[in-house]
């Protein structure tokens, strides 16, 4: 007990000082891609307090509740979209044993508390009692429903090709070959559990929700000070968690020679998400019915239709059928 | 530990639901659905059953969210319920049907208790596997119970297509 709650504090702790350095990392990162320099001047060399100065400010930054709006849910709902982000790290195996609860149904876990974001969200936008606000939160609703399915699917792939829910036995079952590198399958999987990651965390092109030319910054546009703060920690968070996943699912998570497991780990996730973050600076955003076309469209028969080849293959590989 | 955790989360459910019944507001009504059925997904896995409490939240986190939209497009966002309710005979007609119901649940209890009742837990079918866990009742649905579940798949498939046309006709 005393032991689990130690880990989860380390952990936590550990996640918050990685998450608001990926803010660092990907602010350097689009800067490169704009030949800029990105952020510079708090901390030598290359401006590396940055990410500690943002939160500082924004923790003694007047916290505003808009006269009108509907004050707990308003109040209720940085917390709410933040705590799911967080519980997805609870089963998240880092090496062989470093990891707070290696459940057995770790995937399904990880799936199922990743939808609950959507609630706090909805919450923000609907509590705001802003037009923008609300707007935001209707397309939200659209989007990362219709967008929930194909990403489950895309998740069962290497549930098929390892045989588990547990997230550990599906690095285990990428000792030979990391999931990404099977034939035609893997790659094709990977690449739409990018698209579906990319989509489910709102990042441009698929960001309409938060459109800045059309809705300001979508449901957060009221928040300010500490709970904005809560916010942004909540979006990055559950972004590192998805490349988490992914890097687990695909990439071979803690396996890799010469280097420790965590880092291997942390590298990998790291490369997700600078993937996410390179298509998010290199595309404009696209429409509405043209982001849930691509969704039930394209990609949900797409996904079915893989996962169904991938269990045909499975079968046919371990002699089920003839 | 465990009884007291069932103690707490089945206060909260109750309370919960109380709140989604008597709160006027319909936002704030589903809010309380969402605490609810998390309540009654941590019942679930103090069962054991682990698959069903996260297949519940998977599932009802979508569904309450689109009920979310409609409860916005269809009523007034923000404002109470007033006037006179249009729907009142139904209203008469929730007691009986509720006390019918009660009297039902207390039967299925009670025969459960006595032993081989009518859907009670002994007669389910005894698998290998820890009932409620994912393996087992993967079992039971592509095993045992594969004609129910493809039915239900066509039921599904019906209620699809019944959308795409009455949507297509008001839109025309």
Partial sequence: MIRHVITAFVLLNAIVLIVTYLTYVERKFAARM????????????????????DALKLLIKEDIVPALADRPVYNLAPIVFLIPSFLIFATVPFAPGLGLADLNIGLLFFLAVSSLEIVGLFMGGWGSNNKYALLSAMRAVNQIISYEVPFVLTALIPVLLAGSLKLSLIVEAQRGLWFVAYPVIGQLAFVMFLLA??????RVPFDILEA???????????????????????????????????????????????????VWFLLKALFIFLLVTWVRWSFVRIRVDQILGLSWKVLLPATLALLMATGFWVALRSGHVA | MALGVFLIVAIVAVASALALVLRRNPIHGALF?????????????????????????IIYAGAIMVLFVFAIMVLIPGKEETGPDPLRSQR???????????????????????????????????????????????????????????????????ALVGVLTLAKRKSE
């Fill in chain 2, 33 to 57: 659905l969402v605490v609810n059925l998390g309540c009654v997904a941590v019942l679930y896995l103090l069962l054991g059953a682990e698959f069903l409490a996260l297949a519940q939240v």
């Fill in chain 1, 34 to 53: 704009q030949s800029r320099i990105g952020p510079y001047r708090v901390g030598r060399p290359h401006g590396w307090l940055q990410p500690i100065a």
């Fill in chain 1, 212 to 262: 800045e030319s059309e809705l300001v910054a979508g449901f957060r546009v009221e928040y300010s000070g500490m709970k904005f703060a809560l916010i942004q920690l909540a979006e990055y968070t559950h972004m590192f968690g998805v490349s988490c996943l992914g890097a687990l699912l695909f990439l071979g998570g803690w396996l890799g020679p010469g280097l420790p497991g965590p």
């Fill in chain 1, 197 to 202: 990651t990319i989509a489910s965390e709102n």
């Fill in chain 2, 92 to 158: 008469l007609m929730a007691v009986p049907l509720g006390l019918f119901l009660l009297l039902e649940i207390a039967l299925v209890l009670w025969g459960s208790r006595s032993g081989g009742g009518v859907g009670g837990a002994a007669s389910l079918p005894q698998v290998g596997v820890r009932a409620g866990g994912i393996e087992s009742v993967g079992r039971l649905l592509l095993g045992d119970y594969l004609f129910a579940f493809e039915v239900t798949s066509i039921l599904l498939l019906a």
